[in-house]
């Protein structure tokens, strides 16, 4: 119940917080899986519905998407982001725990989710359960605190306050490209495949880049904006220096943005 409350707590910012920035790795997510017309997709953790979006153009009119995620307003995110496409629907899903039948679907998408699974290894066993045989899921997951967007701000947290590394570390608990494709393989999955892809965006200044977590935009501002005035002063002084490292003070920064993509084929034979 606590891990669903602290994804709803988030999920009126989640657009402002990652949106503008996660939408551009999903084309790279979409080819992993071998996404094809007329396909029947399941999407796990599927936030504001983006990777869904790109989905449905997809597989067409003739395919299918199905849009979970544990969070009823990140749901509802999806429904209004998807409005009016025929070939979606959604449901409310726990990953590790999934409600569907065993050789559903065709594919299983899970974009930027599975490293905050309460059990990833089971996740991926339920993504292999609702595939039929030969079909593909691919996931994406964060790297590192330094070549991540906004969950660097969650690291400095956990920096500053020991309690909640744990819970920061999580962001890039499967960062490792060999340890994502063993858990993979123990999950069944054949012919497993890993590639990273690595962005940069510009922001006109530190303050631009940071200003949806001064508001308290998504998950990890709403964490941060609970902090007490000199540990959100600290952090956010901590994330500043590691941004501005190669730039002048007070002028535009870039940010570098590694994601780490796996995917893997379900056995033709039963499994």
């Not at 969950?151 to 020991?162: K, L, T």
């Not at 892809?197 to 904006?225: C, H, K, L, M, Q």
């Not at 007070?250 to 033709?268: N, R, T």
Request: with cysteine; charged share 25%.
């Amino acid at each position: 119940m606590s891990e669903r409350f602290h994804f709803d707590s988030g999920a009126a910012g989640y657009d402002r917080g990652f949106g503008s920035v996660s939408p551009k790795f999903i084309p790279t997510l979409l080819r992993a899986a071998k996404l094809a017309a007329g396909q029947r997709v399941l999407d796990v953790a599927t936030g504001s519905g983006h990777a869904a979006q790109a989905a449905c153009e997809i597989v067409g009119p003739s395919g299918r998407v199905v849009a979970t995620d544990i969070s009823a307003p990140l749901l509802d995110q999806a429904r209004e982001r998807l409005a009016g496409l025929a070939n979606v629907s959604f449901a409310i899903e726990d990953g590790t725990a999934l409600s569907f039948p065993k050789g559903d679907f065709d594919v299983v998408l899970c974009s930027m989710g599975l490293m905050l699974f309460a059990d990833p290894a089971q996740g991926l066993s339920e993504f292999i359960r609702v595939l039929r045989r030969g079909g593909w899921a691919a996931v994406s997951v964060g790297t590192t605190a330094r070549r991540s967007f906004v969950a660097r701000v969650s690291a400095a947290i956990g920096r500053h306050v020991p309690s909640r590394a744990a819970a920061a570390a999580r962001f890039f608990s499967l960062g490792d490209a060999e340890r994502l494709r063993a858990l993979i393989q123990i999950a069944g999955f054949r012919a497993v495949d890993t590639i990273t892809e690595t962005r940069r965006f510009s922001f006109p200044s530190f303050d631009a880049y940071f200003e949806p977590i001064d508001a308290g935009w998504g998950n990890i501002g709403g964490e941060y904006v609970s902090l007490a005035s000199n540990v959100r002063h600290a952090v956010r002084e901590e994330v500043r220096r590691e941004l501005e490292r190669d730039e002048a003070p007070g002028g535009s920064i870039e940010i570098e943005v590694e994601i780490l993509f796996a995917s893997g084929q379900k056995p033709d034979t039963d499994f």
